[in-house]
């Protein structure tokens, strides 16, 4: 059974870091395609960024130079480092895998960037 569980969200100032953490069960880590998605207030979900099982990485144009996605296969975790967060990154974060062909997220992490 493929488990997502995400932590580390919170309230955070504009300007301000926040570190995502989730944690990973039921596949085999080091070979996963993991990534972050969020759902800000009222819209669609949007990736954020993706690492392979290689650690290449990819980012959407709005987080690009702010967060930085990364893995430690040692304890099954991806880790998404947000820094100079910004009001319009307010939303619910996602943890995501495709995994043998089967998209699975987790429940998700709410971040809310206000002053």
């Known amino acids: 059974q493929v488990q997502l569980v995400e932590s580390g969200g919170g309230l955070v100032q504009p300007g301000g870091s926040l570190r995502l953490s989730c944690a990973a069960s039921?596949?085999?880590?080091?070979?996963?395609?993991m990534g972050w998605y969020r759902q800000p207030p009222g819209k669609g979900r949007e990736q954020v960024a993706t690492?392979?099982?290689?650690?290449?990485?990819n980012y959407s144009d709005s987080v690009k130079a702010r967060f930085t996605i990364s893995r430690d296969n040692a304890k099954n975790t991806v880790y998404l480092q947000m820094n100079s967060l910004k009001p319009e990154d307010t939303a619910v974060y996602y943890c995501?895998?495709?995994?043998?062909?089967?998209?699975?997220w987790g429940k998700g992490t709410p971040v809310t960037v206000t002053s």
């Open positions: 995501w895998t495709f995994y043998f062909g089967i998209q699975y």
């Open positions: 690492i392979t099982r290689d650690s290449s990485t």
């Open positions: 039921g596949i085999i880590f080091s070979n996963s395609f």
